[in-house]
């Protein structure tokens, strides 16, 4: 049986874009996902790259690396993934201050205009401006996560990658080695895993005793087929409500309830959205639920209803469009960086997910690490030096 350098499990953005870079680094690289058509965070995303967010030294780079290999990734992979460079309008309910919120986006790298509830419409015709006091006007870039997917995946094969479909069920432990990963028919040797399996990953590394602050929601959309209607932007709110929830459901206090089935650890929320692709579908979401069981299910029929009834709200156009709601498991690490590096209680695993923006720093943070794993640098790479090590246990 070959034993590879490196087992990549999981293969959404995450695992596709490290895969792809370990591949053309050198390494054999085996890429395993548990689904021909996964239905994870990646594929119902709204594939936004949000390169203005970077708040430290740390983000804004990443951001700025990661916009700039989005740029040129269609070419370098050899397949498109779809990216374009578009206009993100995020709506100030009414009973709010604009300026306030305003004030709150300075910390950003690029700060955005400031628009009338008028001008926000002429930039999105379709937006109800009586249900807004502001917008605020963003430059954003876009790409089709599975397009992206593929192109990675493509391209991992053709520098001599494995990808298999095959459910990871274990790790292997030989001491205080992981040694590969185990599925229900075989298991796949390596010197190094690298767990990209997002909302999974948490129990995966419990299963070999290793403890981690990586957490999960459930977020659910409505994904909806090609439509006549046109959206001219991205529309999300100005005071989003998730980041402030990951940080309660994260915190350090809450973190017994995660390895317990049946707890939801704080109320859900809705953050209202939607983004239009080119192909005319749209996906329009979303809730998101600290449910501690990843298998949870919601009710569909409420939760597809408070969605319509608060697009409608903004985006009357898109209340009654036919569509499909889905849900997903999304990671995250509680304190909006990812959760990147090698755990010092085992040596040849390494954790790589929780990514908070994951189209904006995903591609640069991949490269990043095939590099420092290849040892083509001679100093420690000092942005991952602040994603190392202790944030992971």
């Not at 807004?132 to 790409?143: D, E, K, N, S, T």
């Not at 929601?217 to 991205?234: M, R």
């Not at 983004?275 to 809730?287: A, C, K, N, Y």
Request: negative net charge; charged residues 15%.
């Amino acid at each position: 049986m070959k034993t590879f350098d490196w087992i990549v499990v999981g293969g959404g953005l995450a695992g596709s874009a490290l895969s792809y870079e370990l591949a053309r680094t050198g390494f054999s690289v085996l890429l395993l996902e548990d689904s021909p058509a996964p239905s994870n965070g990646t594929r119902y995303s709204y594939g936004g790259i949000a390169y203005w967010s970077g708040t430290t030294e740390l983000t804004k780079q990443l951001c700025q690396e990661g916009i700039e290999i989005h740029r040129h990734l269609s070419s370098e992979l050899e397949a498109d993934t779809q990216f374009r460079e578009m206009q993100l309008l995020l709506v100030i309910d009414r009973d709010r201050d604009p300026e306030t919120i305003a004030q709150q986006y300075q910390q950003f790298s690029v700060t955005p205009a400031l628009l009338t509830p008028e001008a926000a419409k002429a930039a999105e015709p379709l937006l109800n401006s009586e249900a807004i006091a502001a917008a605020l006007l963003l430059p954003h870039g876009h790409v089709s996560p599975e397009a992206t997917v593929k192109a990675y995946n493509q391209a991992f094969l053709r520098a001599g990658g494995v990808m298999q479909i095959a459910q990871v069920t274990g790790l292997a432990r030989m001491g205080d080695r992981i040694k590969g990963v185990i599925t229900p028919t075989q298991i796949y040797e390596a010197g190094n895993v690298a767990v990209c399996a997002g909302g999974l990953s948490r129990a995966l590394l419990k299963s070999v005793g290793i403890s981690t602050r990586l957490y999960f929601t459930q977020a659910e959309i409505i994904e909806t087929p090609p439509a006549e209607v046109q959206l001219q932007t991205i529309v999300m709110p100005a005071e989003l409500k998730r980041f402030e929830m990951e940080a309660i459901a994260g915190s350090a206090d809450q973190d017994a309830l995660w390895d317990q089935p049946g707890h939801e650890v704080v109320s859900p929320i809705l953050d209202i959205g939607a983004v239009q692709f080119q192909d005319g579908s749209l996906r329009i979401g979303q809730v998101s639920r600290t449910l501690t069981d990843p298998t949870a299910q919601a009710d569909t029929s409420t939760s597809e209803a408070s969605l319509r009834q608060a697009v409608g709200h903004f985006l009357p156009a898109l209340k009654q469009l036919p569509g499909q709601w889905s849900s997903c498991l999304v990671s995250f690490s509680g304190d909006r960086l990812p959760l990147v590096g090698h755990f010092a209680v085992a040596e040849g695993i390494h954790l790589f997910s929780g990514f908070s923006n994951p189209f904006a720093l995903l591609p640069s943070v991949a490269r990043r690490f095939a590099q420092a794993a290849a040892g083509t640098t001679d100093q420690p790479d000092p942005l991952l030096a602040q994603l190392l090590p202790d944030r992971l246990i």
